[in-house]
């Protein structure tokens, strides 16, 4: 979640002492979480990491408290053939007669599972509706900063990688509470926006709907330097096969870690995958001062397909977040609560 300094990298690139624009190149990799410092680019085959990761003693890590009388935020870990990640599960004491759904939260770059709990608000948000929420936490081991692996091949397929333990988090938790694939859901920040936008691709059969904040598009990035051209902007489009999956995108006008280009394909790719014929409707208002465009499109048998809030002077923070959390900002619009809405109105 920095900013890509390219314009130090072209001044470095004109020094010519032998080795300096690869010493600025690795510096900055590891600010973003690419590479380790002094290392190798912190995106390993997930396969080959396998071992390491399933040879390590478990120890989930600490849930939050909780102050919802019959309300339980638990700590667990899951593993499977492409590796193991350890994770949060939110249940609400109104999920005791049933949940209403279930939603997958992928935090971003440098943060955690239980800060990214704090910053959305999505546990209030799960007692107010009674959806089961499940916060998933990437390995250091596997990103030096703790980002999600989005621009790594072998992290864009089905049954591969990331994507393989995120599905399968998803699956055995909404068995363990009874909620079917059209009530599951999952959305991102950043890093885990782009993440939730390759879920949204690879298994649309287990999750129904995407929430993508601050993203990147899917297929963008196939290596460090097209991840870097992605974030700024200036990455060619490269043609890859979409599906439908209903999304909801926030972006703000002033994030300058992530382009607003990005969010823009990511409508276009949804739109392009979907029908010939869809109704469009595009409202303007101020909220708290800050001027929000939302644009809708839905299908012809009303099911809405896409949302689009684009955020005046938003910067590469969730919208209407908790100052408890990092990369949060208050004024808003609330992108939990839409989020949400989008989600369970849904079927």
């Known amino acids: 979640m920095k900013p890509f300094d390219t314009s130090a990298l072209r001044r470095?690139?004109?020094d010519a002492r032998p080795g300096a624009a690869s010493d600025l190149v690795r510096r900055t990799l590891a600010q973003h979480g690419l590479m380790a410092e002094g290392g190798n680019p912190a995106a390993p085959n997930p396969l080959a990491a396998m071992a390491g990761m399933l040879n390590r003693q478990a120890h989930p890590s600490a849930a939050p408290e909780v102050t919802v009388p019959g309300?339980?935020?638990g700590a667990d870990r899951f593993a499977c053939k492409a590796g193991a990640r350890d994770y949060l599960t939110y249940v609400p004491a109104s999920a005791s007669d049933g949940a209403t759904g279930l939603i997958v939260m992928l935090h971003g770059c440098t943060q955690t599972h239980a800060d990214f709990a704090a910053g959305t608000g999505m546990n209030a948000l799960a007692e107010r509706h009674g959806f089961v929420t499940v916060y998933p936490q990437q390995?250091?081991?596997?990103?030096?900063?703790?980002?999600?692996n989005w621009f790594s091949p072998g992290d864009q397929r089905r049954d591969r990688g990331e994507p393989a333990i995120l599905a399968g988090i998803a699956t055995q938790v909404?068995?363990?509470?009874?909620?079917?694939p059209s009530k599951t859901f999952v959305a991102g920040l950043s890093a885990g926006a782009a993440m939730a936008v390759i879920l949204g691709q690879t298994h649309p059969d287990i999750f129904a709907a995407v929430?993508?904040?601050?993203?990147?598009?899917f297929g963008s990035a196939r290596?460090?330097?097209?991840a870097f051209a992605v974030m700024a902007?200036?990455?060619e489009s490269r043609p890859t096969n979409h599906r439908a999956?209903?999304?909801?995108i926030f972006q703000g006008s002033a994030d300058h870690t992530v382009n607003p280009a990005n969010a823009d394909r990511i409508a276009r790719d949804i739109l392009g995958a979907g029908p010939e014929l869809t109704l469009f409707d595009k409202q303007s208002r101020q909220i708290n001062g800050r001027s929000v465009v939302q644009e809708t499109t839905t299908t012809g048998d009303g099911a809405t397909l896409l949302e689009y809030w684009k955020v005046e002077g938003l910067g590469h923070a969730w919208s209407g977040g908790n100052p408890a959390g990092s990369y949060t900002d208050q004024t808003g619009p609330d992108a939990s609560a839409e989020m949400v809405r989008f989600f369970l109105t849904r079927g």
């Open 245 to 248: 999956t209903p999304t909801i």
């Open 211 to 217: 929430g993508a904040h601050s993203g990147l598009p």
């Open 71 to 73: 309300a339980s935020f």
């Open 233 to 235: 902007g200036t990455a």
């Open 139 to 148: 390995s250091r081991g596997d990103n030096a900063q703790s980002c999600w």
């Open 174 to 180: 909404a068995a363990a509470h009874g909620v079917p």
């Open 12 to 14: 470095v690139m004109a």
């Open 223 to 226: 290596d460090v330097p097209s």
